[in-house]
T-cell receptor, first 114, second 116 residues
C-alpha cells in the first residue's frame, strides 16, 4: 500500500539554524499539508498546499516558515531560523484530488532545537 | 472557528472490556469527522471517518463511531479491547465546504491504557 514518507526521522539543530523537512507524497495525491505536534500536546495544522501554492495557513505558520514542491515530488517545510519552541514532531499529510478529506499521514520528523 | 473537545485525557480499560471514547465538536456547518490512532513514537493512522450518510461508521481494527448531530458528538466505540489497542486516540474535524485543502482541527487526545 502506498505511504507518505518523511525524512529525516529525527533532526537535531541549534537555535537560529535553518532546517528543511522533506516529505514524499503518495504519487497521485495533489493536496499536501504540514502539521506539528509539540510533545504531549495535540496535533496542530500549519499549512496546506495545492497547485503549487499555499491554500490555507494557520497563525502558527509565520514568516519563519515556508513550503515548496521544488521538483514535483518532494514537498518541503523550511524553518529559516529555528527557535527552542519549534521543537516538535512535524507530520506531512496528503490526499488525492477532489473532495476527499481522508488525509494520509507520514510517520513524522522529530525536530529538536538546542 | 471549529474546535474539538475530548473530555477524557486518560482512560483505563480492562482487556476484553468495551470502550467508548468521547468526542464533541463545534462547527457551523456539516463537518467531516475522523478518528486517528497514534502509537508511541509513530505517526497517525486513520481509524474511521464520517462524511455523510449512515451515522454509524465502521472502521479498522473493530472500531466504530456514531455521529450524533443533535449532540455534536462523534464517539468512538469498540466492543472488546485488546492490549494492542493501547495508544493515543485523536478526534478531528474538517470543513465540508471550500476547495478541499482545509486543515484538520484535532482534539487534545485520549490516552488509552489497557489493564490485563
Amino acid at each position: 500500500e502506498p505511504e507518505v514518507t518523511q525524512t529525516p526521522s529525527h533532526q537535531v539543530t541549534q537555535m537560529g539554524q535553518e532546517v528543511i523537512l522533506r516529505c514524499v507524497p503518495i504519487s497521485n495525491h495533489l493536496y499536501f499539508y504540514w502539521y506539528r505536534q509539540i510533545l504531549g500536546q495535540k496535533v496542530e495544522f500549519l499549512v496546506s498546499f495545492y497547485n503549487n501554492e499555499i491554500s490555507e495557513k494557520s497563525e502558527i505558520f509565520d514568516d519563519q516558515f515556508s513550503v515548496e514542491r521544488p521538483d514535483g515530488s518532494n514537498f518541503t517545510l523550511k524553518i529559516r531560523s529555528t527557535k527552542l519552541e519549534d521543537s516538535a514532531m512535524y507530520f506531512c499529510a496528503t490526499h488525492p484530488a477532489g473532495y476527499s478529506y481522508e488525509q494520509y499521514f507520514g510517520p513524522g520528523t522529530r525536530l529538536t532545537v538546542t | 472557528a471549529q474546535s474539538v473537545t475530548q473530555p477524557d485525557i486518560h482512560i483505563t480499560v480492562s482487556e476484553g472490556a468495551s470502550l467508548e471514547l468521547r468526542c464533541n465538536y463545534s462547527y457551523g456547518a456539516t463537518p467531516y469527522l475522523f478518528w486517528y490512532v497514534q502509537s508511541p513514537g509513530q505517526g497517525l493512522q486513520l481509524l474511521l471517518k464520517y462524511f455523510s450518510g449512515d451515522t454509524l461508521v465502521q472502521g479498522i481494527k473493530g472500531f466504530e463511531a456514531e455521529f450524533k448531530r443533535s449532540q455534536s458528538s462523534f464517539n468512538l466505540r469498540k466492543p472488546s479491547v485488546h492490549w494492542s489497542d493501547a495508544a493515543e486516540y485523536f478526534c478531528a474535524v474538517g470543513a465540508a465546504s471550500g476547495g478541499g485543502a482545509d486543515g484538520l482541527t484535532f482534539g487534545k487526545g485520549t490516552h488509552l491504557i489497557i489493564q490485563p
